[in-house]
T-cell receptor
Framework: GAGVSQSPRYKVAKRGQDVALRCDPISGHVSLFWYQQALGQGPEFLTYFQNEAQLDKSGLPSDRFFAERPEGSVSTLKIQRTQQEDSAVYLC????????????FGPGTRLLVL | DAKTTQPPSMDCAEGRAANLPCNHSTISGNEYVYWYRQIHSQGPQYIIHGLKNNETNEMASLIITEDRKSSTLILPHATLRDTAVYYCIVRGATRRSGGGADGLTFGKGTHLIIQP
């Protein structure tokens, strides 16, 4: 079946703009994760959903970052008033049930803030 | 989740077996060893995972030492397309009580370069 998809694949934003990044998980996957990957680093956890419930947002770097998954499927990561340090690849992953199973990743959205 | 240590880079000749080591000396009894890889400009790709016993699938083999303090990922016949950053991750089997991060903890991984 189809894997995790993300859109847009690339996004250029001017400093101060708001951006919204979309993730479509694998159909039927209950758990969804967002990660941030800076250049040359490994991905870092941002937040975790089980269905529509956001169970862990301990990795969100500031209150400018907000994620939602209102119907328990598609998720959106929103970054308000973007800063240059927000430039990174944003990865989405999903897993079948409780979140401790294998995670499958999308291709990521590369965000560049000018 | 326990911390892992991997060499920053390795080379391997095409067609040979690539053996990627990982140290996880603080691993606890219910923690699994996972391996992912990330090819340039792509998202991480799951390879294999194990608890105590050695595991093999169509991509690789995972050898875990008896004391579980280290493991080796083996790509039996490396190809140029196996050039990637390989991440060794230790992860518990159940969610932590009282919250805490549920995501995978990636280090910097090993950059494996397959030479033609």
């Amino acid at each position: 079946g189809a894997g995790v998809s993300q859109s847009p694949r690339y996004k250029v934003a001017k400093r101060g703009q708001d951006v919204a990044l979309r993730c479509d998980p694998i159909s039927g996957h209950v758990s969804l994760f967002w990660y941030q990957q800076a250049l040359g680093q490994g991905p870092e956890f941002l937040t975790y959903f089980q269905n529509e419930a956001q169970l862990d947002k301990s990795g969100l770097p500031s209150d400018r970052f907000f994620a939602e998954r209102p119907e328990g499927s598609v998720s959106t990561l929103k970054i308000q008033r973007t800063q240059q340090e927000d430039s990174a690849v944003y990865l989405c992953a999903s897993s079948l049930a409780t979140g401790k199973e294998t995670q499958y990743f999308g291709p990521g959205t590369r965000l560049l803030v000018l | 989740d326990a911390k892992t240590t991997q060499p920053p880079s390795m080379d391997c000749a095409e067609g040979r077996a690539a053996n990627l080591p990982c140290n996880h000396s603080t691993i606890s009894g219910n923690e699994y060893v996972y391996w992912y890889r990330q090819i340039h400009s792509q998202g991480p790709q799951y390879i294999i995972h194990g608890l105590k016993n050695n595991e093999t699938n169509e991509m690789a083999s995972l050898i875990i030492t008896e004391d579980r303090k280290s493991s080796t990922l083996i790509l039996p016949h490396a190809t140029l397309r196996d050039t990637a950053v390989y991440y060794c991750i230790v992860r518990g089997a159940t969610r932590r009580s009282g919250g805490g991060a549920d995501g995978l903890t990636f280090g910097k991984g090993t950059h494996l370069i397959i030479q033609p």
